[in-house]
């Protein structure tokens, strides 16, 4: 098969694919002149069986991303062998850092079937269960001693090299946060704050208290050892008492 065609049915054998998975997908084709996009894409295929061993012999030519907004991404691509279909793989997000991944079990890939509504159902039933329990456990590691929020109060903790970090749960105390200057990590979820200018950093934290409060979302700001807040940060307040509005104990 010329490459022409096997670039027209991978790219519409994907399409369809990325239409029948839950969830929302799209779909795009990296055709054999991307060569720096085709060997980033590469470096990220989350496997050590299947579709390792046929990368080993044949480097990445061309290939189909399927795309979901979380950030989760798949790969179609060549089989190379006597069987006129393709092989999928999960893509590792680029955000997360290598600590992440340790003691994560990779989430093969697997040959896909010629028709791609089998092939959606194959993968629906079987890599993305894996990929999706695996997502879910490289983001956690990536939280490292991120204290995960609740819906009604939102855990702030320092970080090493002085941002503040925090994972909210709900649209509306990220929005809070955006309008303060933390910035989302598209891949994990995370909202940091950096340390350009901390007395910017103390006000962001004065300001979104009572943001946050007037939505019924409590804060609470983690010092780890030895970390201090900036000096013109506000002091600890004392806990809300029983019955008051704010639903948890706020400390900005």
Known sequence: MHDHDTSERLASYADVLAGELPDTWTSSHLPPDAKDDLAELAARIWDLD?????LAEHPLR??????????AQLVVLERHDERDSFLVAAVAPRALPD????????????????????????????????YDSALAQVRDNALGGIQ????????????????????????????VLEANGFIQDPHSGIYRLGTDDTRAQARALRAIGPQLDALGIGTALQHPAGRTSPTSAPAPATPAPVGARTPAARHR
């Open 50 to 54: 299947l579709v390792a061993a046929s």
């Open 62 to 71: 061309q290939a189909a991303v399927l795309s979901r907004p979380d950030g």
């Open 99 to 130: 600590e992440a991944y340790r003691g994560v079990s990779e989430p093969n890939g697997i040959a896909l079937a010629d028709d791609p509504f089998l092939g959606a159902e194959q993968v629906a039933g079987d890599l993305l269960v894996r």
């Open 148 to 175: 995960p929020s609740q819906p009604d109060r939102l855990v702030l903790t320092w970080q090493p090299d002085g941002s503040i970090a925090t994972a909210p749960v709900g649209d509306s105390a990220g929005a």
